[in-house]
């Protein structure tokens, strides 16, 4: 015999089992059984059987309280409790020894005074919806007629209320008057009990990043609304997906499951006007992580035009990742006023990367070929201090913009025209202007009219009144010489 076993020296015999069983019985015996059981009371209890039909609870009285096990389970159908586990409910029948509970009183009908009596305590009672009116629902209640307002219905949403015709659901009466010939129930206090801590349990989802299913209610044109079980949250259109999404009600159908990422919980007073933003793109690994090992600055890529604006293109060059053209990025050979002259919103098109800012998510592109750019030798074709022909392109506040060749242009400012020719030219005038310096890191070409003509006559002007206060004063020193020398030769005689 091996006594290394505690467990040997731990066996109870037959007798020993007996005792404590009955040990037990006594006990359970011994405590004070509650005698004030009556129907409507809410009580609570302790979990300790589950059968395939009925929960069985000890809520102290002489015998277990019976509670249906649909009634302990969640809208999959699975139980929400287990052995040990605290249940409250409201006393049903307590008849020839068996205690009923559920979660609200049964349908059997009640004096007006005793129906007052439950709107006062604010005790769940349940109805059957009979009717569906222009307000909302109309109900049978403990034998009575009442009116749920729509407002009342439910903490969600409620598009169709004719899916609630037939069906037995708990209320709570709110008002009783005539007699009780006007009665009016809701189920919002029921809903709304429970709804704080499951507010707290979705903000806590969203600081832990915790992927929730639920499932689509309805789909508008700014978001989609999505059921997480006793609440909705609402995915803006900008968190669907990390691809641009427009027509949401091709993707998405009212009842498909989705996965989603709570992003924030802002609760407000009453907690059903509560909102719950969420996220459906964010469940899925951003693009914008592979962008550095995928794209690169000089790369050729052909990408899908999304969308056109006044001042460019956006093209999308992997899913979920877009890049700008820029309208002056468009085309060497022409002014383009619109993109919509150069590409179309589907087509797709090779540009160029310019540049990838990953902080700011944003990447700018080029349609123009690099191998045809004009101005690779630039510096050559105008050479700063020669005089070239152009076309007038435009006026604007600073000067005029001038053609000088497909892709070349350059700018003459007001203050490098002579102050005859300022106002002259008008666009399509072919005029010739002076190159008087050349950036081609930023593309850019000062030039200059009618300025060198008229320094090279300012020139001239002070050359020629030098030369006139020269001649002059050799003429006075010449006169001064032949007095003085006059005066001399009358001397001597």
Known sequence: MNSDKDDFFDEQSENDQASDQLLKML??????????????MKVTGTVTRIGTEYVFVDIGAKNEALMKVVELSGENGMLTVKTGDKVSAFVVSDKA??????????????????????????????GKVTGINKGGL?????GYRAFCPVSQIDIKFTEDINSF????????????????????????PLLEQDLDSRLDSLQESAGNRTV??????????????????????????????????????????????IEVLVLKVEKKQPLRNSKISLSVKQVMENPWTTVKSRLSVGQSVQGKVTRLTNFGAFVEL?????????????SWEKRVHHPSEVVQEGSFVNVNILGIDENKKTISLSLKDISNDPWRDVESRFPVGSEVSGKVAKKSRYGYFIDLDTGITGLLVFSNISAD????FKEGDVINVNVESIDTENRRISLSHGVSEAKNNQKEISEFLQTQRKESHE????????????AALKGKK
């Not at 006990?27 to 409507?40: C, L, M, Q, S």
């Open 27 to 40: 006990d359970k015996y011994d405590r004070k059984v509650r005698t004030d059981i009556a129907p409507g």
């Open 421 to 424: 020719k300022k106002d002259s």
């Open 138 to 142: 109309n109900v049978k209640v403990m």
């Open 165 to 188: 015709l037939s069906k037995s659901l708990d209320f709570v009466v709110t008002k009783v008057t005539e007699g009780g010939r006007n009665v009016v129930v809701s189920r919002i």
């Open 318 to 330: 992997i899913p979920g990742v877009e890049g700008l053209v820029h309208i002056s990025e468009m």
């Open 97 to 126: 020894d068996e205690i009923i509970l559920s979660k609200s009183l049964g349908g059997q009908p009640v004096p007006v005074s005793e129906l007052v009596e439950i709107m006062n305590s604010g005790v769940p009672v349940q």
């Open 475 to 486: 003429s006075k020193v010449s006169t001064e010489f032949g007095s003085a020398l006059l």
């Open 212 to 257: 929730l299913k639920g499932k689509i209610t309805r789909i508008t044109e700014f978001g989609l609304f999505v059921d997480l079980g006793k609440v909705e949250g609402l995915v803006h259109i900008s968190e669907v997906s990390w691809e641009r999404a427009e027509k949401l009600e091709e993707l998405f159908s009212p009842g498909q499951e």
